[in-house]
């Protein structure tokens, strides 16, 4: 067996962390509602075990050619995709997004307005949410919309049962208080880089 160097996860649930590059991708929960940093934005999906995610992904997302591993690429289409963990992060930084975090403890961490963390529960069987994720490849999960129907709402839909999107709602919420100062604004939305 190969020596882990690697982290290994602490409780998935209650600790807020959100960089999980570091951890052995063998130990990644199936399930888990995973996200990456893109240029303004973050992508999220759900992890569905053995290198592999379920996302839902606007048109002309993906590489300009096919992903040798998976066959993903802007051309395969949009939708709900399934596509390696690479395709996936597109060179970003693999992180989790957290349920059932007490509103305590966000106050406390200063995670308050972090649109990765919420106290909203998720569901506990890893196994559903995946089952879910893979019923809405099959059926669809309705029109992209960036701002109404996007991959959080996709992703919050499998692990909850309930779409939302936090991101929008803080961008939404920050956008009404021009007062803050922009650096702190920004810092409220990226926490998850410090
Ligand atoms: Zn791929």
């Known amino acids: 067996m190969l020596p882990l160097k690697v982290e290994v996860p602490p409780n998935p649930i209650l600790r807020v962390q959100h960089d999980i590059s570091r951890w052995d991708i063998r130990l990644i929960p199936e399930g888990l509602h995973i996200y990456v940093h893109r240029p303004g934005y973050t992508h999220h999906g759900i992890y569905i075990g053995d290198g592999k995610v379920?996302?839902?992904?606007?048109?002309?997302?993906?590489?300009?050619?096919?992903?040798?591993?998976?066959g993903f690429s802007r051309n395969t289409g949009h939708g709900v995709v399934e596509t390696c963990l690479e395709c996936f992060l597109d060179g970003g930084s693999l992180c989790r997004y957290n349920y059932n975090v007490p509103r305590v403890r966000l106050l406390?961490?200063?995670?308050?307005?972090?649109?990765?963390?919420?106290?909203?529960?998720?569901?506990?069987?890893?196994?559903?949410?995946?089952?879910?994720?893979?019923?809405?490849?099959?059926?669809?999960?309705?029109?992209?919309?960036?701002?109404?129907?996007?991959?959080?709402?996709?992703?919050?839909f499998c692990s909850t049962g309930t779409a939302f999107c936090q991101q929008v709602k803080y961008t939404a919420e920050l956008a009404a208080f021009p007062v803050l100062p922009r650096p702190v604004g920004l810092l409220m939305f990226y926490r998850d880089l410090i």
């Open 108 to 156: 406390i961490t200063f995670h308050t307005m972090c649109p990765n963390c919420t106290t909203t529960e998720r569901l506990e069987s890893g196994r559903e949410i995946v089952a879910t994720a893979k019923e809405k490849l099959k059926e669809g999960f309705g029109k992209y919309n960036l701002l109404s129907n996007n991959c959080e709402h996709f992703a919050t």
């Open 54 to 70: 379920i996302h839902f992904v606007g048109p002309k997302a993906g590489p300009t050619r096919a992903c040798k591993k998976c």
